[in-house]
Nanobody, 125 residues
Framework: VQLQASGGGLVQAGGSLRLSCVASGRTFSNYAMGWFRQAPGKEREFVAA????????YYADSVKGRFTISRDNAKNTVYLQMNNLKPEDTAVYYCAATVGYSGNVYQRQDDYDYWGQGTLVTVSS
């Protein structure tokens, strides 16, 4: 499956952005999806995950209550709605996919087989 992330940009602290990740090449509903991010000089970290149906989600503590992951299987797209953004949210955001028939969500990078190219989010103070 090929993944194309978009929606990044420059936003002031307290603002909002919605990232999108469009999948192509395989049946999207077969895949559990996740968002990760990598800030300058830091390792890539988990942000949010969603199972194949969208009924189960999981978030990193740092974004819980501010970010919402969702998916539209008819559009082959997973979203990350980011509200109340903080300067520490500045990073390149990556979407990832893994075959997920079990209904589980996955937060480890090693669980994912496919990665998008990343989209840059910059939050100014």
């Amino acid at each position: 499956v090929q993944l194309q992330a978009s929606g990044g940009g420059l936003v002031q602290a307290g603002g909002s952005l919605r990232l999108s990740c469009v999948a192509s090449g395989r049946t999207f509903s077969n895949y559990a999806m996740g968002w990760f991010r990598q800030a300058p000089g830091k390792e890539r970290e988990f942000v949010a995950a969603i199972n194949w149906s969208g009924r189960s989600t999981y978030y990193a503590d740092s974004v819980k209550g501010r970010f919402t992951i969702s998916r539209d299987n008819a559009k082959n797209t997973v979203y990350l709605q980011m509200n109340n953004l903080k300067p520490e949210d500045t990073a390149v955001y990556y979407c990832a996919a893994t075959v997920g028939y079990s209904g589980n969500v996955y937060q480890r990078q090693d669980d994912y087989d496919y990665w998008g190219q990343g989209t840059l989010v910059t939050v100014s103070s």
